[in-house]
């Protein structure tokens, strides 16, 4: 079974800049997709960034250049740090892990940005 734990969120201020934390457990394949989408009131669940196992990144248009993805695979471990966040970054943030057939995903974390 696999679990994604993630954390980091919070209330933050226009321009400020905020650090979301997965942690991923139990059965992971070496080669898999680890990603952040996130989820506003009243909105579809959208894909944020994405990283694979062997190093690609792909960003929503809308974060280019604001937000970075990495992770440590030794900790089975995903980041998004996110800088000059906008109002409208406020969602609750998830982890997504895909491997094999399957899609994991953690239990969300609130961003709030306040303008």
């Known amino acids: 079974q696999v679990q994604l734990v993630d954390s980091g969120g919070g209330l933050v ?3 400020g800049s905020l650090r ?5 457990s ?3 394949f070496s080669i898999n997709v680890m990603a952040w989408y996130r989820q506003a009131p009243g909105e579809q669940r959208e894909l944020v960034a994405r990283t694979s196992s062997v190093g690609s990144t792909n960003y929503a248009d809308s974060v280019k250049g ?3 993805i990495s992770r ?3 900790k089975n471990t ?3 740090q996110m800088n000059s966040l906008k109002p409208e970054d406020t969602a609750v943030y998830y982890c997504n892990l895909g491997q094999g057939r399957r ?7 609130q961003v709030t940005v306040s303008s």
């Open 13 to 15: 201020q226009a321009g």
């Open 20 to 24: 979301l934390s997965c942690v991923a």
């Open 26 to 28: 139990g059965t992971i």
């Open 66 to 68: 604001r937000f970075t």
């Open 72 to 74: 440590d695979n030794a």
């Open 78 to 80: 995903v980041y998004l």
């Open 103 to 109: 899609e994991y995903w953690g239990q969300g974390t």
